[in-house]
C-alpha cells in the first residue's frame, strides 16, 4: 500500500542544502575527451568485459547499455548530459569493438526500425479489413477471403520459409449476365 501522505511536497525539494545531491554540483569531468579515457579505462578491465559479454549474449542491445553508463555517469556528477552525448557513440563503438574480440555480435538496438514499420503497416491493414466487414452488409466470396485475411497471423507468414511457386496463369471467370431493371440484353 502507499502511503499518499509521504511523498515529498511542492517545493521541498528548494528547501534542502544546496549542492547536496551530485547532479547540482559542477562536473568532474568537463571535456568529452576526458570522459571518453575515463569510460574507456573503466571498461576496458577483463572482468567488466567478461561482465557486459554475458549481458550482450543474454540480449542486452549496445544503445541501452551506453545510454545506461552516460546518464549514470551523469546523475553521479562525472560528467554533463551534454558530455555523455557527445561520449556515448565513441564509448559504444569501442565497447561493439572490444565485443568483436570475444566473438559476439552486437545488436545496435533493440528494435529493428523496418520491422516495426512492417508490424505496423501489417496492423493498419487489419483494422481496415475489420472495419470494412462491419459495414459490408453482403457476405460473398470478397467478404469471406477479406474475413480470412484479417485473421492470418503476420508471423505465421514469413518470406524466408515460403518457397518459390511456379506461376500459374489466371483463372478468367465468365462474365454473368446483366440482370435488374435497367439490365440491356435479349428480352
Given at each position: 500500500?502507499?502511503?499518499?501522505?509521504?511523498?515529498?511536497?511542492?517545493?521541498?525539494?528548494?528547501?534542502?542544502?544546496?549542492?547536496?545531491?551530485?547532479?547540482?554540483?559542477?562536473?568532474?569531468?568537463?571535456?568529452?575527451?576526458?570522459?571518453?579515457?575515463?569510460?574507456?579505462?573503466?571498461?576496458?578491465?577483463?572482468?567488466?568485459?567478461?561482465?557486459?559479454?554475458?549481458?550482450?549474449?543474454?540480449?542486452?542491445?549496445?544503445?541501452?547499455?551506453?545510454?545506461?553508463?552516460?546518464?549514470?555517469?551523469?546523475?553521479?556528477?562525472?560528467?554533463?548530459?551534454?558530455?555523455?552525448?557527445?561520449?556515448?557513440?565513441?564509448?559504444?563503438?569501442?565497447?561493439?569493438?572490444?565485443?568483436?574480440?570475444?566473438?559476439?555480435?552486437?545488436?545496435?538496438?533493440?528494435?529493428?526500425?523496418?520491422?516495426?514499420?512492417?508490424?505496423?503497416?501489417?496492423?493498419?491493414?487489419?483494422?481496415?479489413?475489420?472495419?470494412?466487414?462491419?459495414?459490408?452488409?453482403?457476405?460473398?466470396?470478397?467478404?469471406?477471403?477479406?474475413?480470412?485475411?484479417?485473421t492470418v497471423d503476420a508471423t505465421d507468414?514469413?518470406?524466408?520459409?515460403?518457397?518459390?511457386?511456379?506461376?500459374?496463369?489466371?483463372?478468367?471467370?465468365?462474365?454473368?449476365?446483366?440482370?435488374?431493371?435497367?439490365?440491356?440484353?435479349?428480352?
Amino acid at each position: 500500500m502507499v502511503d499518499v501522505f509521504s511523498r515529498p511536497i511542492p517545493g521541498q525539494s528548494l528547501t534542502a542544502t544546496p549542492k547536496n545531491a551530485p547532479w547540482e554540483r559542477p562536473p568532474e569531468l568537463v571535456e568529452t575527451g576526458d570522459a571518453v579515457k575515463y569510460y574507456i579505462n573503466k571498461l576496458a578491465d577483463e572482468d567488466v568485459m567478461d561482465d557486459l559479454a554475458v549481458t550482450f549474449e543474454m540480449g542486452a542491445d549496445l544503445k541501452t547499455v551506453v545510454e545506461t553508463l552516460m546518464t549514470m555517469g551523469s546523475m553521479k556528477g562525472l560528467h554533463t548530459v551534454e558530455v555523455g552525448m557527445l561520449a556515448g557513440p565513441i564509448v559504444a563503438s569501442f565497447v561493439k569493438a572490444a565485443m568483436s574480440t570475444y566473438g559476439i555480435k552486437v545488436k545496435e538496438t533493440a528494435t529493428d526500425p523496418k520491422e516495426d514499420r512492417k508490424e505496423r503497416n501489417i496492423a493498419r491493414m487489419k483494422l481496415l479489413m475489420q472495419e470494412y466487414l462491419k459495414t459490408d452488409p453482403k457476405k460473398d466470396a470478397g467478404s469471406e477471403l477479406i474475413e480470412e485475411l484479417s485473421t492470418v497471423d503476420a508471423t505465421d507468414v514469413s518470406q524466408d520459409d515460403t518457397e518459390p511457386q511456379q506461376e500459374q496463369e489466371p483463372m478468367v471467370e465468365a462474365e454473368a449476365a446483366p440482370t435488374g431493371l435497367m439490365a440491356k440484353g435479349e428480352v
